[in-house]
């Protein structure tokens, strides 16, 4: 979906606003602190129901105030004289969803609807930091791959915590013990199957654009890393390695197997990027992880709008122009958040023809 207009309510520094969009490409522009990242969080918010920068949702609201209402109008790429609206409003510690003037309850609603890929500083951590971030950006490629796999993961979750409880009792019942023990192991295969072949789909599309875009010679591959669930193994001769585990469970109260534990390395010219390559390398890779989901997405007709902040500002002017042609390939929406516009910048962007957003203190 393409999205043409946002109204913005007492939502972080905006006390009321109206953004307009009339071209694919959109830059905005203008110092920290004008509100360019809350701006790509509200648009973020809209599809997700929760920010990519804090877990609550009271930090959203704009002081002196006690709610926020957001609203996007969108029409689609594909099929002409399709719209649609989507509102949130939170107050009262009660959050609201409307799409097309409907109540709805999940954004598993929206998600059929309009999606986004946001790509954030903090990205890099992809590849530099903890496990927690590349298992949340392998559960959202997969959501893009198989709509159904947040149902899955749910219900994965719901089996960790029912084991986790278990494992806290002074008495645990070991007939009941083994049975969430078996569920937890395949929920586990379940997941793990659906992350290894997204995977796979995501080192083809990186090691492709890396050839088409960049001319970089270096390969890309990505390993998954199991937590004491060995891939292709059976239960069998999983339970057989068990006891060891088992009793480390014990003793701290919670489940040490499973995908909730996984992680993948990224990998380049065979050693891992997060110790080997450079910062360049490691914010280009980390970006084309992003990007790869735009081809995941597209094979369930999505057309994700994609939200790029503040990450592209130090790529150097030949990297820039590179990324600017793959951007301009995509028949996405693009919406790039910049500190520098400088007319270096401004000479580069010329090809992309964009409608320029500038952001000031008010």
């Known amino acids: 979906m393409f999205l043409h207009e946002l109204d913005i309510k007492n939502f972080r520094c905006f006390t009321q606003k109206r953004f307009t969009f009339d071209k694919q490409f959109t830059l905005v522009t203008g110092n920290n602190g004008t509100g360019k990242t809350s701006l790509a969080e509200a ?92 298992r949340s950006f392998i559960d959202q490629a997969a959501l893009f791959l198989e709509p159904g796999y947040l149902d899955m993961y749910r219900s994965f979750k719901k089996i960790v915590q029912h084991r986790n409880a278990l494992l806290s009792q002074y008495h645990i019942d070991k007939l009941e013990l083994d049975i969430w023990t078996e569920k937890l192991w395949n929920a586990s295969i379940v997941i793990q199957k659906y992350r290894v072949a997204v995977l796979s789909n995501i080192q083809d599309v990186i090691n492709k654009l890396l050839k088409s875009h960049f001319n ?72 084309l992880c992003k990007l790869s989901l735009i081809k995941l997405a597209s094979q369930n007709d999505y057309l994700p709008i994609l939200i790029i902040d503040d990450f592209i500002a130090d790529f150097d002017k030949i990297r820039l122009n590179q990324l600017i042609d793959l951007f301009l390939s995509c028949k996405n929406q693009v919406i790039i958040t910049t500190p520098v516009y400088d007319s270096e910048m401004k000479k580069m962007m010329q090809k992309a023809e964009p409608d320029v957003l500038s952001m000031s203190f008010e």
């Not at 986004?116 to 992809?126: H, P």
């Not at 998954?224 to 001769?237: F, G």
Request: net charge positive; charged share 25%; proline share 1%.
């Open 216 to 287: 970089d010679v270096y390969e890309v591959t990505i390993q998954y890393e199991s937590k004491h669930i060995l891939l292709n193994e059976d239960y069998a001769s999983f339970c057989s390695r068990l006891g060891h585990i088992l009793a480390q469970e014990r003793s701290m109260k919670r489940s040490l197997f499973g995908a909730h534990l996984d992680d993948f390395a990224i990998e380049l010219k065979g050693q891992k990027a997060r110790f080997f390559a450079s910062r360049g390398q490691q914010k280009l890779v980390s970006l």
């Open 43 to 134: 648009i973020h918010y809209l599809c997700y129901m929760k920010s990519f920068r804090c877990s609550s949702i009271g930090d959203l609201v704009c002081h002196e105030s006690d709610s926020f209402f957001l609203k996007g109008s969108f029409t689609s790429e594909v099929v002409k004289d399709i719209s649609h609206t989507i509102q949130v409003g939170y107050a009262g510690n009660k959050k609201a969803i409307k799409l097309d003037n409907k109540a709805v309850t999940t954004y598993k609603e929206i998600f059929k609807i309009f999606q986004v890929i946001t790509l954030l500083e903090d990205d890099i951590n992809l590849i530099r930091g903890y496990p927690t971030a590349r």
